[in-house]
């Protein structure tokens, strides 16, 4: 399951030195738990991001392993320290190995 | 698609059977998880935060938040779901507050529970009861 896999983050465009901003992050996947079954009872397979990280400038944020009980669309919030100019880089790492990527520059001022 | 009388039979006893089994296995697998995690070590009582709702209409998402003062990491367990892990969130150098929130499935009403490394290496647990309305694993 790869397709229609949107990733949206929500990062202030500019703060201060030193600044924690909160991060807002949304992803629309399936998260197929491996508990459902189809009309004919068969289990539908797992199928889910199974770990999302989030790193300023190559130094890391946050890293959240997933499991199969999150929701669909796995969404997170979260706080982050701004210390200079920069960009953000979100990874969703997906079961079937896909890895989606997003980037969001940040400004001082 | 067509079943026999007996076909039917036999399906329903397999998915009662499916059922079962999850729910019998996961008294162990908890203790097991929380210690793979902690190391066996003690846990206090206090310095970490669960925020969950108290009645949840519908366990598909369920918005829960975790933190704790001075964690590396948090692990959440619901420990009523199929699978009992949820997630575990390690902070980095970064992470301008310890806490984090997402949205979680539950299956039913149960209590989550949050255990948070310390950078001292202590760990600290925490867990909260949510009543679950409509379960969310569709089983």
């Known amino acids: ?109 | 698609m067509d079943f026999s009388r007996r076909e039917t039979f036999g399906l329903g006893l397999g998915a009662l059977a499916l059922m079962a089994l999850p729910v019998g296995a996961s008294a162990s697998t908890i203790e097991e998880m929380i210690a793979e995690f902690t190391g066996g070590a003690d846990m206090a009582d206090t310095g970490v935060t669960l925020t969950a709702p108290e009645i949840a209409e519908n366990g598909n998402t369920v918005p829960i938040a975790v933190s704790a003062e001075g964690a590396s990491s948090i692990l959440v367990l619901a420990t009523g779901n199929p699978t009992p892990s949820v997630g575990t969130f390690t902070f980095g150098p970064l992470a301008g507050a310890r806490s984090a929130s997402t949205r979680i499935r539950l299956a039913k009403t149960q209590e989550l529970v949050a255990i948070a490394k310390l950078e001292d290496g202590t760990f600290a647990r925490t867990s909260a009861e949510v009543k679950v309305t409509i379960g969310g694993c569709g089983g």
């Open chain 1, 1 to 109: 399951m790869a397709e229609g896999v949107t990733p949206r983050v929500k990062v202030p465009k500019s703060a201060s030195a030193g600044e924690v901003i909160t991060i807002k992050t949304l992803i629309s996947h399936q998260m197929e738990s491996g508990q459902r079954k189809d009309d004919d009872g068969n289990v539908i397979p797992r199928s889910i991001i199974n770990r999302f990280t989030c790193e300023f400038n190559g130094e890391n944020v946050i890293d959240i392993k997933m499991e199969p009980a999150m929701s669909t669309n796995p969404y997170f919030e979260f706080d982050a320290t701004v210390p200079e100019a920069g960009d953000f880089k979100f990874t969703w790492y997906d079961d079937d190995g896909s890895v989606y990527e997003e980037t969001k520059s940040i400004t001082i001022g």
